[in-house]
């Protein structure tokens, strides 16, 4: 399974609730840091030894291996070795910094290519950053989307307007699941909320999901805290994540007959 997370302008970062997802996905995971403006976990995360994590191997090591089409191993065994180990247990293929960027710039087809690939033998989280400025490869690749804003007004605007321009990048019907960072409380008001603006605007998506606004469960997590531990496990960043994540890593064959009528009648408009 290929999962891409990105985030509406303004929106809470599509990267921390991709490494809450890639911490309590209930199958092996690999999470890559695929936001062409650059990678952050390498400046958030600690390692199990406790620093951060090394430069290599990572995007760029993947990229060469990617672009060089190297056969002798199977595209998932390739990219479990541009991947490292985060305290908190994800395995993190992280992205490039500075001027790295360029070096990547023309080899993001062939990355793509690799990713999907893999995610046939082993599921992948990518993170893709900003939603306007997503590699586009892997909205055409991913077998569902995740958007994340938050619940304002502003944000449920460029959510109806973001999940409208996936369909519009897509040559064919993709699971599209809104996600909402906020208060626990608020959750279902605030996801039914959405849910009625955009079917009111005719912008067929999943339910709207819920993930907790929780800055202490998530400074816990990044300098390793283990999510299976009681006290993180207990935490509304984790709990939220857990049932997000049981929601998104099931099939969604029901999700995609629907979004298939909807897909098509977006091309008839």
Known sequence: MLLGVCATKGAPGATSAALALGAVWPRDVVLLEADPVGGALTYRCLTP????????PGLLDLAQDAHSGRAEATAAAVLDKSTQRLGCGVRLVQGVTGIQGAGVANM??????????????????????RLHSVVPGFVAEA?????VAAPTM???????????RIRRQRT???AVTPVLVGHPKHAAAECGEVDQVLSGAGVHADLTQHLSWDPTGLQRLQVG??????????????????ELAEHVSVDNSQHLDAASKWFRAGEQS
Do not use: F, N
């Open 49 to 56: 030894a406790g620093g951060p994590p090394t430069p290599r």
């Open 108 to 129: 993001w087809p062939s990355i793509v290519q690799l990713v999907a690939a893999a995610a046939k033998e082993i599921d992948v989280i990518v993170d893709l950053g």
């Open 143 to 147: 077998h569902r989307l995740l958007v």
């Open 154 to 164: 502003e944000q449920v605007v460029w959510l109806r307007e973001g999940v409208d």
């Open 172 to 174: 064919s019907p993709v």
């Open 225 to 242: 805290g283990d999510p299976h531990h009681k006290s993180l496990a207990k935490s509304s960043l984790i709990k939220s994540a857990r």
